[in-house]
């Protein structure tokens, strides 16, 4: 069975420019099942051009509501069902998920009901399972484990890193953080940790060019990991291969592939993947491994 991951939007932050990347979404294909992680702007297309037939979207997973990571979460449901969903759909997301789902569906109404009655679809309320979970064993079925773990994001305390592991392949999300050491033992062994990062050289240009100054940047360095973090943590879990993704900055024409992989390379010394939107990250067979 073939596990992928392909790293959808690989850009931190809401905003996004001209010809640049967008905000953070992944598919994780792994056990014969469709799974997404984050929703962030662009995530529709994204999978589409990643080959994802959207009718048999399966499961979603939200690792906080910032809209970096949540903004596409109901226009990505909603096409589905208008490209033919005709069955559950699971979305597991932290505690306010089912308040954005229903929220939504509120926005959406009008559109929602004269579909139902003109086009004779299901009702798209019926469609969506939503499952809020908090720290620990998330989901198990089919051979498939999800634990989640409480990262330091603040002032956003529910923000959790994902782990899935299945017949011995095992992903790791880290989801937005500042350098959290107990993220090493929760991905310990995994063959891909996923790990957010932040160049600092880019930092004060991107706060330049944001326009809110200070207070972005106390933000950034409260709640985000440099690259060189990201190399430890990776480093400390023993990993097959880290990712670095949610890149910030992830649009600035004077940083390149070489920066990040300059900075993480103070640390890590494995195998390493610098996300940019649609790459695909390949996992050995696992029959054969
Ligand atoms: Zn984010
Ligand atoms: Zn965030």
């Not at 979404?25 to 056990?31: A, F, H, R, V």
């Not at 962030?40 to 080959?51: F, I, K, Q, S, Y």
């Not at 095992?170 to 959290?180: E, K, L, Q």
Request: charged share 20%; with cysteine.
């Amino acid at each position: 069975m073939r596990t992928r991951l392909v790293l959808i939007g690989s850009k931190g932050g809401p905003a996004i420019r001209p010809g640049g990347p967008s905000p953070t979404s992944s598919l994780l294909e792994i056990g014969g099942r469709t799974i997404v992680v984050d929703c962030g702007l662009g995530v529709t297309r994204g999978l589409t051009d990643a080959g994802v037939n959207l009718k048999v979207l399966d499961v979603v997973f939200i690792t906080h509501l910032h809209s970096d990571h949540v903004l596409e979460l109901g226009p990505l449901i909603h096409t589905a069902w208008t490209a033919g969903l005709a069955t559950t759909v699971r979305i597991f997301g932290p505690p306010g998920t089912r308040d954005y789902w229903h929220g939504f569906l509120q926005a959406m109404k009008f559109d929602i009901d004269i579909r139902i009655v003109d086009e004779g679809r299901p009702d798209l309320r019926d469609l969506v399972d939503i499952i809020e979970f908090g720290e620990g064993a998330v989901w198990t079925e089919g051979g498939l484990t999800v634990s989640a773990l409480r990262v330091d994001h603040p002032p956003v305390t529910d923000c959790f890193a994902l782990r899935f592991d299945h017949a011995g392949a095992s992903v790791v999300f880290s989801a937005d953080t500042a350098y959290f050491p107990p993220l090493a033992d929760f991905a310990a062994g995994a063959d891909i940790l996923v790990h957010e990062a932040m160049l600092a050289e880019g930092v004060d240009r991107l706060v330049a060019r944001t326009g809110n100054g200070a207070r972005l940047k106390e933000h950034l360095l409260a709640s985000h990991s440099f690259a060189e973090e990201a190399g430890q943590i990776a480093a400390a879990a023993g990993v097959g291969r880290l990712v670095l993704h949610h890149l910030i900055p992830a649009d600035d024409p004077s940083i390149g592939e070489a920066d990040w992989t300059a900075a993480t390379r103070k640390s890590w010394a494995g195998a390493l993947t610098i996300a940019s939107d649609g790459l695909v990250v390949e996992l050995a067979d696992e029959s054969s491994a």
